[in-house]
Every structure is written in structure tokens, then in C-alpha cells.
């Protein structure tokens, strides 16, 4: 017969309590549950100071360096046998970039040039549609990936001379030139540039008291 285990009284197997002292008996160890530890209520202020702030959009990162194109001229100079050699004038916040333009290249701004003069649309075009793809690189890519291309620090230029030459004719419309004479510190270089208003500010917007108009 068991005993108490409190005073040591004899206690029947079935009884749940002392009849001596009333200590309860045969009591069953509890099992024990290990729950995950509640976790502590939610400090808002600190949730929220700590979410990322809705990004503006970020344009491609070439753009946020120190140099971006501001615009574009189409320039020529003369080659043998009465021939000439076209290039896009890339205006930069650095340099100034001379691409030279292929065959399809003039061709795409010939045909822009005699619809404008045919509609008599006077609309100056901002950007010719092959040019969309030096908007879409650095500039330091396009010295690389275009062949010929040469260039000039925009810091080492010291004026840009432009003077009205002549009257040309492109069978639809009558245009008058400059030359364009750029003078920097180690080399002069001279070309042909249509007279269209929008070119000479573009230039300005880079050069602004280098231009000379003549």
C-alpha cells in the first residue's frame, strides 16, 4: 500500500488524496508545452521610418554623370572632286563629338528636309530619327563605336566663328551656309553648316559668348 507523501499516512492505490491529511496523490506530472514566444506589439513609428521611400524614376546611369548631350547640328566639309563628307555635330556639357554620317544617315534627312520644304512646314526637327540611337549611350560610347569619330574638349575651345558664304540649292529649296570655323587650342578646324536659327542656339547653349556671328 503507498504512503502519503506529505505525512506518511497509507493511502488506498485508487485514492486521489491523503485521508490523513488531505495532501492530494498519484498526481500526474503535466505536460509541458513549449509555445513560440509571443512576440511584442508592433512599434508603427519605427516600421514606418524604416520602409524605403517610393523611388523616383532613375534614368539609365550614363545620364547622371557630369556629361549629357544637349543637342545635335549636321555639318559638312568639303572632300575631292567637288564631294562632300557630312557628320553629326553632337554637342555635349564635355566635348564636341563629330560623327561622321553615312550614306542612309543623309539620305533620312534629305528626305525630312524636301517633305518639310514640299508641305512648306517650317517646323524645325529636334531630333532626326537615326539619332535617337546616340541618346540611347554615353557619349564615351559613341567615340568608341563610331568609326572616325573625333572630338574636341569644349574646355579647349576658344570661339566659334560663323559666316554666311553662299546661296546652295538642293533642287527643292534655295538655303544659305555658314562656315563654321572652330578654333581651340591646338587645331582650327572648318566646316559647312545649313542656316537654320535652331543650330546657332544650340551652339550658343554650350558656347554661348564663343560664338561669333559674322
Known amino acids: 500500500m503507498p504512503f502519503c507523501e506529505k505525512c506518511g499516512a497509507a493511502v488506498k492505490p485508487d485514492s486521489n488524496f491523503c485521508p490523513n491529511c488531505g495532501a492530494p496523490q ?11 514566444p509571443v512576440p511584442p506589439p ?5 516600421s514606418i521610418a524604416g520602409l524605403a521611400e517610393p523611388s523616383a524614376f532613375q534614368p539609365p546611369s550614363w545620364q547622371s554623370t557630369t556629361e549629357q548631350i544637349t543637342g545635335f547640328i549636321i555639318i559638312s566639309k568639303s572632300k575631292g572632286f ?11 556639357t564635355a566635348q564636341f563629338i563629330f560623327a561622321p554620317m553615312t550614306k542612309d544617315m ?5 528626305n525630312i528636309s524636301r517633305q518639310q520644304a514640299k508641305s512648306k512646314n517650317t517646323t524645325s526637327t529636334q531630333v532626326y530619327p537615326y539619332q535617337q540611337m546616340y541618346l540611347n549611350v554615353p557619349p564615351s560610347n559613341i567615340m568608341s563605336q563610331t568609326s572616325g569619330c573625333n572630338s574636341i574638349q569644349n574646355s579647349s575651345i576658344r570661339e566659334i ?11 527643292y529649296a ?3 551656309e555658314y562656315e563654321i570655323r572652330i578654333v581651340a587650342d591646338q ?3 572648318t566646316f559647312h553648316m545649313t542656316k537654320r536659327d ?9 558656347y554661348q559668348e564663343k560664338i561669333r556671328l559674322h
Not at 566663328?161 to 533642287?171: E, I, R, Y
Not at 535652331?198 to 554650350?206: I, K, N
Open 187 to 189: 587645331q582650327t578646324l
Open 82 to 92: 567637288g564631294g562632300k563628307e557630312y557628320f553629326t555635330g553632337i554637342l555635349t
Open 26 to 36: 498519484n498526481a500526474q506530472p503535466q505536460t509541458q508545452f513549449n509555445y513560440p
Open 161 to 171: 566663328n560663323l559666316k554666311l558664304v553662299n546661296v546652295a540649292s538642293d533642287g
Open 174 to 176: 534655295d538655303f544659305q
Open 198 to 206: 535652331e543650330y546657332v542656339s544650340r551652339l550658343r547653349q554650350v
Open 106 to 110: 543623309v539620305k533620312e534627312v534629305t
Open 42 to 46: 508592433p512599434n508603427y513609428n519605427n
